[in-house]
């Protein structure tokens, strides 16, 4: 395992795999009674400068399912929102815990602290990046399917930090992903380089109804993300037709699952009726945080 988790782009599938067989460990054990308290006298600061439900909770339960403790630690109440330098935060939080977690905007900034702070970093979101949530998500998958290796997986909706993570992760675990946005929303040209070599497992496309085609898995995220309040409007103008509804589904295998990161937002990016249809699978994938999460950590942060 690596030393951090910053990006999907940064682990192997040696590297997925081992976490994921770990989250399948923890989550029978959790089930059992089964007590793994591998972080026990440990600390996780988790520095959060947008808002969340899933990671926050998860990362904190988590730590304390593992015989830690997790400080929550907001831009607001941090010398960051003040205008203190990441790296000189990085020195100091270094020396009091044993990992970071951190919910920013710009990738750069957890890779300084990566850099800078000598314990294990973990992304919890960025513009660029949600590591996190594609591991409870490839855990899901496999959950469902039994496999990874050559299932489709289609995303629907903006190439944003999602889209970014799922590429890289589809692809490295020997998925084949297609990706449907609207013109101008498409995936970071560094994920996009990744993906050349992939040729015939990848595909970016501006047609939802074609993506979907024989697709295992169908996944969707907000079209405006955190931070992007602003364009929220013109949006939903843009992404008129990327929708994930029934009409869409029809053309997808008949098993397929549908995946969500949530929080969602019905009537946009899904319908109500294909969300409430799929919502048990949804709500695994949540549930997923906690377990993958717990894997990451244990093979950071363990002595
Ligand atoms: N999916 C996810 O990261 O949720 P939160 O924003 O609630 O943490
Ligand atoms: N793309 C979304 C994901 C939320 C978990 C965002 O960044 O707001």
Known sequence: M?????????????????????????????????????LEGKTLAMIFQKSSTRT????ETGMYQLGGQALFLSDKDLQIGRG???????????????????????QEE????????????????????HPCQVLADLMTIREQHSVLEGLKMTYIGDGNNMANSLIVGALKCGMKISVATPKGYEPHPDVLAFAKD????????????????????????????????????????DFAGFQINDNLMQAANKKAIVLHCLPAHRGEEI?????EKHADVIFDEAENRLHAQKAVMALLMAE
Not at 17 to 25: R, V
Not at 271 to 275: C, D, L
């Open 271 to 275: 319908t109500a009726e294909i969300f």
């Open 198 to 237: 992939f040729s015939t497992d990848f595909e970016l496309t501006t047609d939802p109804s074609l993506s979907v085609i024989h697709s295992d898995v169908v996944v969707t995220d907000v079209w405006a993300s955190m931070g992007q309040e602003g364009e929220a409007q013109k949006r939903v103008k």
């Open 110 to 129: 957890v890779e300084a602290l990566a850099e800078w702070s000598g314990v294990p970093v973990i992304n919890g979101l960025t513009d660029f990046a």
């Open 84 to 106: 203190e330098p990441i790296e000189d935060t990085a020195r100091v939080l270094g020396r009091y815990v044993n990992g970071i977690m951190i919910r920013t905007f710009e």
């Open 2 to 38: 690596k030393k951090h988790l910053l990006k999907m782009l940064d682990l192997s599938k040696d590297n997925i795999l081992e976490i994921l067989n770990l989250a399948d460990q923890m989550k029978y054990d959790l089930k059992n009674g089964i007590s793994h308290r591998v």
């Open 56 to 59: 926050r909770v998860s990362f």
